[in-house]
């Protein structure tokens, strides 16, 4: 938009700005309606890519049967008080923990829920149980105790006699038998054959839909299993953790920091607009121009179909800042014009105010737009959606604060000053202390520019070197919400938040237990001849490398928590004396693990233990065995990228010099290749967006001033800025998770934005002024103080996120603020050093006058 086109445009806008202002209304009114259609419901973002491992466990959860399909489960954790050191294991421990599961039966609400068959398991189940089989005196196995027989049966001994048969059930030598492994119930830190231990675990077992969220139903029954643990178990401490738990504390904790968080930021943008304006008017006009933004940008979701997720929530914060910045300049200009010439109108002052401000404006929009839009070449579906809801939201707040809001002051004004109101006001950063520092740069840039710009650049590149050892790997505690500091518990009644002790719990479980949890479960997923001779000698060397691993749970008896072919054999060997012949027959070096015959050897499993097979075993219709598989139980506190190393050197093991095909897969592995997949989306985005607006700019300066240097050296800051975030991030410690993946597109975005401006204005005053320091002092009069003002209150927008409960956002605001910050003192400090190094040595003689 040349400067004669800029003109007009503005000359039309200020003589129709009452029919601007009807059109622009009626379409927010639209907007507005299609907003309505937008999911209101915060939900996760899908992270799912179509990587060969996420293929892989497709496979593995379709042709394996885990028995816990359509299955969700709680673990409720008993431990003992930190003072009393109460044994759990004691006969009143493992009663309470009885009539704990009989109380969840007698709740209709959560009765319901739960599976059908044996839907709760504990120490308590396995010492009962053991107990009743040994008084049977009958012929045959004995039957499956009750819940009310192994109640009845632990009441009737005495203590010592329970202590007898836990010794028993805990004995390392005891092979365990079709049902649950007690020292899977048990703390890590158990020392086997003991009858006393400081924590253990009941599992219980909920039925679900199969959807990829918990009914509401299964949560409210988990929310409910918290309370009945509450009242009936009263030896020791005890806590329940589920999936429904997690999700409804993080939901109430989100909820709750942001009832916080909002008063506190809107006080903030209130106070810094209201220092920059000084005028209720314009603060006003400012902030229903940034609702009006944030109700197209919802419309926009509403006719796309685009829910709301954990990322999308970052954009508002986005609109809100560019936003302020848009209305900053526009009405900044505006005063200025009028003070400049005291007999200009407010109509003719906004007449040549939009004039000057309207070119960078529509830049800006077009670089910072490009910025986001991509996003889109992402492979991820939520950063997709986030950089085009980027892109229209700020395409939105162009077209608000370009023509809505011009449209809106000139009628606002005009009918003040009908009624004698003098709306002249001075613009922020014409004196006093914002004057005093954004006129820092321009003192570097007399006295020292080489060494601001070189100075910028070397910090830059350190940044971007770190940026290549940045933690990539997720680790799902940390986006747990932490209990509130005492400070916010003096808060009044509405902004006091709850007491939050799930991530307390996440730790403890993790720190203590082997955890089967799905999040913590991977696969090595065995296809091919898998009855070629030699295949389970293969598996067997895979499971002694399991043990070698740091990642793998180890179990109170020290082996590695694992289920696997060669696991499940053994262990059947154990119980069935005919499956026991069939391996000896082919197991000619006598190792427990057969070595021939290995489709008979399968088809015997399957016949002894069914459900045990189909865990381990994939077989087609016509009985051919086409894939094998082990599950590994990692810890939730090793990072995605050490398990997804250790579980792939496992598969190699097993390939060794073999035919087979062997992936190691699961969530973690799933989610450590989305992490690589963001990590190449930094990259991409930064090449794609550096590409695109460096050749818009170079293009831009071109045509209006034939200066086409000028494009890359106002992207030098932008790229300045970017290496700074990166290496701030590298140095605290911040991983590049999906939050931090838009970092990259903020900083980019609002760079460009405050970098164009200043070098605008600087060519703008160039003409004019005696020297290029007076231009320089002069944008940075004017623009540095809109700048200011804008930086200031969207890093203090996005800087509250530090109050957050839940760690993810707090990381988000402080991240991105810094990135706020940075991008503002790139333009400010080094920006006008790179202007005065290239008015001396690059810009040709006579270059900056702007075509018309």
């Known amino acids: 938009m040349s400067d004669g086109l800029a003109d007009r445009y503005a000359s039309a806008l200020t003589r129709y700005s009452r029919p601007v202002l009807v059109v622009l ?175 253990r675990v009941v599992f219980v077992v909920q039925a679900t839909d199969g959807a990829d969220e918990l009914s509401d139903t299964v949560v409210d029954a988990q929310l409910a299993t918290r309370d009945v643990a509450e009242d009936t178990i009263q030896t020791g401490d005890a806590f329940v953790f589920g999936a429904g738990i997690v999700d409804e504390e993080a939901t109430t904790a989100t909820g709750e920091s942001f009832a916080l968080i909002t008063p506190v930021a809107l006080l903030l943008i209130l106070g810094i607009l209201g220092v920059a304006y000084r005028d209720v008017v314009d603060v006003t006009l400012a902030l229903a121009g940034t609702l009006v933004t944030l109700v197209w940008m919802g419309g926009f979701m509403g006719w796309a179909g685009i ?34 010439d005291s007999s200009l109108s407010a109509r003719d002052a906004m007449r040549v105010g939009l004039g000057g401000v309207t070119v960078a404006l529509a830049a800006t929009t077009f670089t910072t737009a490009v910025g986001f839009l991509s996003n889109t070449v992402s492979p991820i579906q939520s950063i997709s959606e986030f950089g085009l809801v980027s892109a229209v939201g700020i395409v939105s707040a162009f077209v608000v604060f370009a023509g809505l809001l011009p449209a809106a002051k000139l009628e606002v004004d005009g009918l003040l000053e009908r009624f004698g109101a003098d709306r002249r006001k001075a613009a922020f950063g014409s004196s006093g202390a914002a004057e005093r520092i954004v006129g820092v740069g321009t003192s570097l840039a007399r006295t020292a520019p080489v060494a601001v710009v ?158 045990r097979a189909g865990a381990v075993l994939a077989r087609t219709d016509g009985g051919r065995y086409r894939a094998l598989d082990t599950r590994v139980t990692v810890s939730a506190s090793s990072d995605t990228a050490t398990i997804t190393s250790e579980m792939r050197s496992v598969a190699d093991t097993v390939r060794g010099d073999s035919a087979l095909t062997v992936t190691a897969t699961g969530p973690p592995i799933v989610d450590d290749v989305v992490q690589s997949a963001l990590l190449r989306t930094l990259v991409e985005t930064f090449l794609i967006t550096l590409g695109v607006i460096l050749a818009f700019l170079t293009a831009l300066f071109y045509r209006r001033y034939r200066a086409p240097a000028l494009g890359a050296v106002t992207m030098v800051p932008v790229v300045a800025a970017l290496g700074w975030i990166l290496g701030a991030m590298y140095l605290l410690g911040i991983p590049f998770t999906t939050e931090t993946a838009v970092i990259a597109s903020i900083a980019i975005g609002l760079g460009v934005d405050y970098a164009i401006h200043v070098s605008e204005r600087f060519l703008d005053e160039l003409d004019d002024a005696a020297n290029p320091y007076a231009a320089l002092d002069a944008t940075v009069t004017g623009t540095g103080g809109a700048l200011l003002a804008s930086a200031a209150s969207t890093a203090a927008g996005f800087g509250v996120l530090v109050l957050a409960l839940v760690p993810s956002l707090r990381r988000f605001g402080a991240v991105t603020s810094t990135a706020i910050a940075f991008a503002f003192v790139a333009s400010v400090l080094v920006l006008p050093s790179l202007l005065a190094l290239w008015h001396e040595y690059g810009s040709p003689p006579e270059s900056v006058t702007a075509e018309p």
């Not at 009405?331 to 003070?339: I, Q």
């Not at 919400?481 to 479980?509: C, H, K, N, Q, T």
């Open 307 to 340: 829910g709301v997720t954990q990322i999308l929530i970052a954009v508002p914060f986005l609109l809100v800042g560019l936003s302020i910045d848009y209305a900053l300049h526009v009405v900044m200009r505006s005063r200025e014009a009028r003070a400049a």
């Open 25 to 199: 209304l009626v379409a927010t009114l639209v907007m507005g309606a299609s907003a309505g259609g937008v999911d209101g419901g915060l939900s996760i973002a899908s992270f799912g890519s179509d990587s060969e491992e996420a293929q892989k466990l497709d496979y593995v959860r379709e042709n394996f049967d885990t028995g816990d399909r359509n299955t969700t489960s709680m673990q409720v954790v008993v431990r003992s008080d930190d003072d009393s050191g109460e044994n759990v294991l004691s006969k009143a421990s493992l009663l309470e923990t009885l009539r704990f599961q009989r109380a969840l039966r007698d709740d209709d609400a959560i009765e319901g829920t739960l599976v059908a068959g044996q839907p709760t398991v504990g120490v308590g189940n396995l010492v009962a149980t053991a107990a009743v089989h040994a008084d049977h005196d009958g012929e045959g196995p004995p039957p499956q105790p009750t819940l009310e027989e192994q109640i009845a049966q632990l009441e009737s001994m005495s203590d010592s006699e329970v202590e007898q048969t836990v010794a028993a059930v805990l004995d390392p030598d005891r092979e365990t038998p079709g049902g649950a492994d007690p020292y899977r119930l048990l703390s890590t830190d158990y020392e086997p054959g003991s009858t006393t231990a400081a924590a």
């Open 454 to 611: 070189v100075l910028a650049l070397v910090v830059s590149a350190g940044g971007g070197y770190a940026a290549t050892d940045i933690d990539t790997s997720i680790d799902q505690v940390d986006f747990l919400p932490r209990d509130s500091p005492e400070w916010m518990d003096a808060l009044p009644g509405p902004f006091a938040p709850s007491d939050y002790e799930i991530r307390e719990g996440a730790v403890f479980l993790n720190d203590n237990f082997a955890q089967s949890r799905d999040r913590t479960t991977v696969h090595v997923l065995v296809e091919g001849p898998v009855t070629d001779p030699g295949t389970l000698d293969r598996i067997a060397a895979g499971d002694a490398a399991v043990a070698n691993t740091s990642s793998a749970v180890t179990l109170a008896n020290g082996r590695p928590d694992l289920d696997s072919p060669v696991t499940a054999i053994r262990a059947t060997a154990a119980e069935n004396d005919t499956f026991a012949a069939l391996v000896a027959r082919n197991d000619p070096d006598g190792d427990g693990v057969p070595d021939e015959n290995l489709a008979a050897v399968y088809d015997g499993l399957y016949d002894a233990a069914p459900d």
